[in-house]
């Protein structure tokens, strides 16, 4: 359903906008915070593991759910369900005395965020149509890899001129007045809309599909540590079996699915949700473990680290201003070479690292991590609005939800599978840092495979999508 109650519908995307920009930002905020986390909370290396992966766990549960959600009480109503709890909890995060807290209030965060982040694409598809509906997914896609890229150089500064004294606290508490802002905007510049059709949202398979992420997570960042006893591989062996189970429900119920297993007929979307996958493995779990590998290794302070991401964060602007235009011009090939970007940058990085280790000058890392931004850039815009634009308008929240479940389900596997490499390569985090990034390598090389399978060009209408099974 379409409503036409605001006369410029260009007003409310400045406003869904700071809501996925404060959600995005928060996985990628604490990165340079982590060093202080653990040396004012206590907080060992899996709790701060779970700090970040907590949030990329529970989101990635809650997400198809919370989308439908909107499709059935109103989009724009369940948005601000969203700010306002993912206000509170950033707060909670703020104030957390303990590791056990902040990562329980990181859970909440990731809930909260949830709830915000199919609601925006949701609405960006019913608000928008044609050339328009192109244009705001390219912006859309940019602010996303700035609260991507741009979350180190924030929390960095945040952490460093230690304002009114909150330090860590900082990055955590700044969502508090932006997100009541966006709260107090909803309502006038936001329009309603719901689906058409009220069907069963399947709360048990929402609850099979957590339980099934929860299995491949839980043991990748605690067994190391306990030196994988049983219960991990136990683990690992019946989370493929438990989400068989989620997509089979999804199969047998399509009425009420959460995931609608139609959309994975199209090439486009099925390549894209993989690429992506790739994609964010690879993001995330770089800029969690550079940021370590700068703060631990070499010693530099969050502000000085921040600084080094901010040579990733110019980079990304530089490669993903003309993207979505190049991806007119040239398709999929834009993907494919952001993806060749990004293993060169990762691979130029690794070679310095093994000349420099923990010391030397860090100007020797600026070639790569150019590389490594524009990559980024050239992947991240041009693949969300190639996917995307191809489906149905009608389908656009069971499409957002499911590329967005995937992209956290990524953050947070890549942040849990190159912590096994990591914190297992030994007490030399030049070396750990090395190794991890052949691993991440070999993953940019898989974007770069995928993005074959995207169409040749990006599509300005949707594509037909065969019904859902």
Request: charged share 10%; aromatic share 8%.
């Amino acid at each position: 359903m379409r409503t036409h109650a605001h006369t410029n519908h260009w007003t409310a995307l400045p406003v869904l906008l700071a809501g996925a920009f404060m959600v995005v930002l928060d996985f990628f905020i604490v990165n340079v915070a982590l060093p202080s986390i653990g040396s004012e909370l206590g907080a060992g290396e899996s709790s701060l593991e779970w700090v970040v992966a907590g949030y990329g766990l529970t989101f990635a549960a809650f997400l198809i759910t919370a989308g439908r959600l909107g499709d059935e009480i109103g989009r724009r109503r369940v948005y601000a369900i969203g700010l306002a709890l993912f206000t509170i909890a950033s707060a909670a995060c703020g104030l957390a005395p303990s590791p056990t807290t902040l990562v329980l209030a990181r859970v909440a965060q990731g809930v909260a965020g949830a709830v915000v982040m199919p609601q925006v694409l949701s609405i960006i598809g019913v608000t928008y149509q044609g050339a328009d509906y192109g244009r705001a997914l390219s912006y859309y896609g940019v602010v996303l890899g700035l609260a991507a890229v741009g979350g180190q150089v924030i929390g960095g500064a945040l952490v460093q001129t230690d304002v009114a004294g909150l330090g860590w606290r900082g990055c955590f508490l700044i969502n508090v007045p932006v997100g009541i802002a966006a709260l107090l905007a909803t309502p006038r510049l936001v329009p309603e809309s719901r689906a058409p059709r009220r069907t069963r949202i399947d709360l048990p398979g929402a609850v099979v599909l957590a339980l099934g992420l929860t299995a491949v997570l839980l043991p990748l960042i605690e067994g190391r540590q306990h030196g994988w006893p049983a219960w991990t591989w136990v683990s690992l062996a019946a989370a493929p079996l438990v989400l068989a189970g989620f997509v089979a429900r999804q199969a047998r119920q399509p009425e009420s699915a959460l995931l609608d297993l139609g959309l994975f007929r199209q090439r486009s979307f099925a390549a894209g949700v993989l690429t992506q996958l790739f994609l964010a493995c690879a993001q995330a779990s770089f800029f969690v473990y550079l940021a370590l590998y700068l703060q631990d290794g070499r010693g530099l302070n969050a502000l000085e680290a921040g600084l080094v991401f901010t040579i990733l964060a110019a980079a990304y602007v530089v490669a993903s201003g003309p993207a979505p235009e190049l991806t007119k011009r040239f398709g999929r090939s834009v993907v494919g070479a952001g993806g060749a970007c990004l293993a060169a940058g990762l691979l130029m990085l690794a070679a310095a690292i093994g000349e420099v280790g923990v010391g030397g000058s860090v100007l020797a890392l600026v070639p790569g991590l150019l590389l490594v931004g524009a990559g980024i850039g050239l992947c991240f815009t041009p693949l969300t609005s190639t996917v995307l634009s191809g489906v149905d308008p009608a389908r656009a929240g069971a499409a957002s939800g499911a590329m967005g479940t995937v992209t956290q389900v990524g953050y947070a596997l890549g942040v849990a599978v190159t912590g096994v490499i990591f914190f297992g390569a030994g007490h030399d985090l030049g070396q750990a840092f090395k190794v991890s990034l052949f691993e991440l390598s070999a993953l940019a090389v898989g974007i770069v495979v995928m993005s074959r399978l995207l169409p040749r060009a990006a599509s300005a209408e949707p594509e037909p999508a065969p019904a859902a099974a």
